[in-house]
Structure formats: C-alpha cells, structure tokens
T-cell receptor, first 113, second 113 residues
Framework: GENVEQHPSTLSVQEGDSAVIKCTYS??????FPWYKQELGKGPQLIID?????GEKKDQRIAVTLNKTAKHFSLHITETQPEDSAVYFC????????????FGDGTTLTVKP | DGGITQSPKYLFRKEGQNVTLSCEQN?????MYWYRQDPGQGLRLIYY???????QKGDIAEGYSVSREKKESFPLTVTSAQKNPTAFYLC????????????FGPGTRLTVL
C-alpha cells in the first residue's frame, strides 16, 4: 500500500520567515495530494491541494510543488505569521473514487513573534 | 449552515463498555470516513463508506464497527474488544471519494477510565 513520509516533525521559524514542509510517497499511481492544517483541539482543514497534472500551485502566501519523478511534494509558506502556528498534514491518494487517502505523521509549525 | 458535526466533544467510558460516536453531515456527500488520532501521530483510517449501506475496513478496524443506513450519518461504535481506545476520533466526508477534499468534523476525545 501507499506510504507517506513527512519531514520535519517540528519546525520553528521567526515571524516573517518562510517555512517548508516536505512529503514523499511510495505509490507512483497516487495523483491527488492535499495539505491540511489542524489547530489545537479541532479537525483538520484543507489549505491547498495539487493534482499530478500540475507541478505547482499558489494561493496567496501558500504554495505546493510536486515532483512526480522523485515522488515528493512540498508545502511552502511565505511571510509566516503567528496564526500559521498549527499542525500540518500532507496526504496522498490515487484519485479514484474507490478508497482512501494516506496521511503523513504531521509537522508542528511554531511561528515566533 | 452546512457542515459536518460530531458529538459529543468529550466522552468518558469505563473499561468493558461499548460506546457510539455520532457523525452527521448535511453537505450531501457520498463518502464518509472515520480516523483515529493519537498524540503526535498522523491520522489512521478506521472505516470508510462510499455509499449508503456499504463500508470498508481501513487500516485499524479491529475493535470498531460502523453502519451507514442514511447518507448523512456514519456512527462509529468503539467496542470492548478495542484494546487501547483512548484517542481523538475524527469523522470526515467528501463528495465521492479519496480524490476529493475531505471535510473534517471537530472531533470527539474519548477517554477510557
């Protein structure tokens, strides 16, 4: 089955700096890669996603890049703010209507004011 | 106001008792999911359902059971056979399957006393 590895497990940055979180996946058939943000005591929420026919996607301060050859994708947050502090999860799925997503173990991001 | 709700937010159970966690969505989504989250870990899939009256085991189904009698409801029962049930449980739904964004509920924290 699919295996998703996420790094780093914790990340601390100064407000205004950039943060990068990386995930690798094992199943070359995976073609949908969402990123979720989870605040303390709440359920995760989608912040950005990318499909395998696209190499990069941006939404304001957030971007995701995908390298299908190397089987890895990354989340980039620029101009970080204290409210970006949360746990971030990547996931991978085959994008068929059958089945499930595999999640990474999460990255705890702390943005210091 | 559309969304996905879980109740209760906190639940306490004595060892040896079964307990049922509620999950309801009014998003008209076909697919629903149950995940377990332990401290510092990612999301592990317990069960998922892509259509009413049908569901499949996820990666850690032992000691759990589900039903999907209505499109909007996907209750999870944690049975006494689950050896280590204390965890944060998250329910999610998506339009059709794993290639769609998953919308998460606020979660239920279950503690076994």
């Amino acid at each position: 089955g699919e295996n998703v590895e996420q790094h780093p497990s914790t990340l601390s940055v100064q407000e205004g700096d950039s943060a990068v979180i990386k995930c690798t996946y094992s199943d070359s058939a995976s073609n949908y890669f969402p990123w979720y943000k989870q605040e303390l005591g709440k359920g995760p929420q989608l912040i950005i996603d990318i499909r395998s026919n696209v190499g990069e996607k941006k939404d304001q301060r957030i971007a995701v890049t995908l390298n299908k050859t190397a089987k890895h994708f990354s989340l980039h947050i620029t101009e970080t703010q204290p409210e970006d502090s949360a746990v971030y999860f990547c996931a991978a799925s085959k994008g068929t209507n059958a089945g499930k997503s595999t999640f990474g173990d999460g990255t705890t991001l702390t943005v210091k004011p | 106001d559309g969304g996905i709700t879980q109740s209760p937010k906190y639940l306490f159970r004595k060892e040896g008792q079964n307990v049922t966690l509620s999950c309801e969505q009014n998003l008209n989504h076909d697919a629903m999911y149950w995940y377990r989250q332990d401290p510092g870990q990612g999301l592990r899939l317990i069960y998922y359902s892509q259509i009413v009256n049908d569901f499949q085991k996820g990666d850690i189904a032992e000691g759990y059971s589900v039903s999907r009698e209505k499109k909007e409801s996907f209750p999870l029962t944690v049975t006494s056979a689950q050896k280590n049930p204390t965890a944060f449980y998250l329910c999610a739904s998506s339009i059709q399957g794993s290639s769609d964004t998953q919308y998460f509920g606020p979660g239920t924290r279950l503690t076994v006393l």
